[in-house]
C-alpha cells in the first residue's frame, strides 16, 4: 500500500464466526461473485425465496460499489450464529446523508436508486457506514437452525 492507495476499510468480526468468501472484485467478477455467494448461502441453509432475496441484495450492493464506489470493491461473506451476514466495501466518495435518511421506495418509472432500497428491503438487518474514503454496507438474514441442519 503507498500513501496514494485509499485505506482499506476494516471490519471486526467476532471469532466464533464462519468466514465463507473473502473476494476483491470489478465489473468483471460480478457475475462469479453472485454465483459464490448463491452457493454458500445455500449451504448455509438458505433456500427458495429467503435464498433469493438475499442473493438479489447483495447483488444490488456489489453493482453499487462498481457503478458508484470507485469501480471495484470487496465482499466478505461470513455465518455467524444464526446469520448469514454480507459486506461490502468500495472506496468511493460516500453517500449522502439525504440518501441514507430517504426510506422511502423510489419511484417506479426510476431508472435508479433502487439499491440501497432494495438492500435494506430484502436483508433483516443493513448498517452503511460512509464518508470521502468509501462506503461499507453490511446486512444480514436469519437462518432458522432446521434450515442450518438440512445444510450441515
Keep these: 500500500?503507498?500513501?496514494a492507495d485509499p485505506p482499506t476499510p476494516r471490519?471486526?468480526?467476532p471469532?466464533?464466526?464462519s468466514l465463507l468468501v473473502v473476494e476483491a472484485f470489478d465489473q468483471a467478477q460480478v457475475?462469479?461473485?453472485?454465483?459464490?455467494?448463491?452457493?454458500?448461502?445455500?449451504?448455509?441453509?438458505?433456500?427458495?425465496?429467503?435464498?433469493?432475496?438475499f442473493v438479489l441484495a447483495v447483488n444490488e450492493l456489489i453493482t453499487n460499489a462498481v457503478r458508484h464506489g470507485?469501480?471495484?470493491g470487496s465482499l466478505r461473506l461470513w455465518?455467524?450464529?444464526d446469520e448469514l451476514?454480507?459486506?461490502?466495501?468500495?472506496?468511493?466518495?460516500?453517500?449522502?446523508?439525504?440518501?441514507?435518511?430517504?426510506?422511502?421506495?423510489?419511484a417506479a418509472d426510476t431508472a435508479g436508486g433502487w439499491g440501497l432500497w432494495l438492500a435494506r428491503e430484502l436483508s433483516d438487518t443493513m448498517e452503511v457506514e460512509t464518508g470521502a474514503a468509501g462506503t461499507t454496507v453490511r446486512i444480514s438474514t436469519a437462518v432458522t437452525a432446521d434450515r442450518r441442519a438440512r445444510a450441515e
Excluded: F, K, Y
Design 85 to 106: 451476514v454480507c459486506e461490502v466495501a468500495d472506496h468511493g466518495r460516500g453517500i449522502s446523508a439525504q440518501r441514507l435518511g430517504d426510506r422511502s421506495r423510489p
Design 1 to 3: 500500500m503507498t500513501n
Design 31 to 53: 457475475t462469479e461473485l453472485r454465483h459464490s455467494v448463491t452457493s454458500c448461502a445455500h449451504a448455509a441453509g438458505l433456500d427458495g425465496q429467503h435464498l433469493d432475496d
Design 11 to 13: 471490519t471486526v468480526v
Design 70 to 72: 470507485g469501480g471495484q
Design 15 to 17: 471469532i466464533e464466526s
Design 79 to 81: 455465518w455467524r450464529s
